[in-house]
């Protein structure tokens, strides 16, 4: 069974910048779209950023596009999501999340706070 692990969420200052890391047990790694998404408290799950299974395309919300950058090393089954310039509407739970033909899986989330 394959298992998503989150990681790199915590306190920043408006302005700041932080990354999230998201590591896939398993060789199948390299098959999944992934995908980063995040829930801030009373709202629903939104797709933040999506990354093709070779890394050769992303796309962005608009709310992030510019500041966030998604991608991904296979050989180290994990995906990244690199976050800059954040403000406190970014502060949510963040999730990975990964999608083949077979298989919709999710990370335990990992909490982003944008606060002064």
């Known amino acids: 069974q394959v298992q998503l692990v989150e990681s790199g969420g915590g306190l920043v200052q408006p302005g700041g910048s932080l990354r999230l890391s998201c590591i896939a047990s398993?060789?199948?790694?390299?098959?999944?779209?992934m995908n980063w998404y995040r829930q801030a408290p009373g709202k629903q799950r939104e797709l933040v950023a999506t990354i093709t299974s070779a890394g050769g395309i992303a796309n962005y919300a608009d709310s992030v596009k510019g500041r966030f950058t998604i991608s991904r090393d296979n050989a180290k089954n994990t995906v990244y999501l690199q976050m800059d310039s954040l403000k406190p509407e970014d502060t949510a739970v963040y999730y990975c999340n990964a999608v083949s033909i077979t298989i919709n899986l999710w990370g335990q989330g990992t909490q982003v706070t944008v606060s002064s």
């Open positions: 398993g060789s199948t790694f390299s098959m999944y779209r």
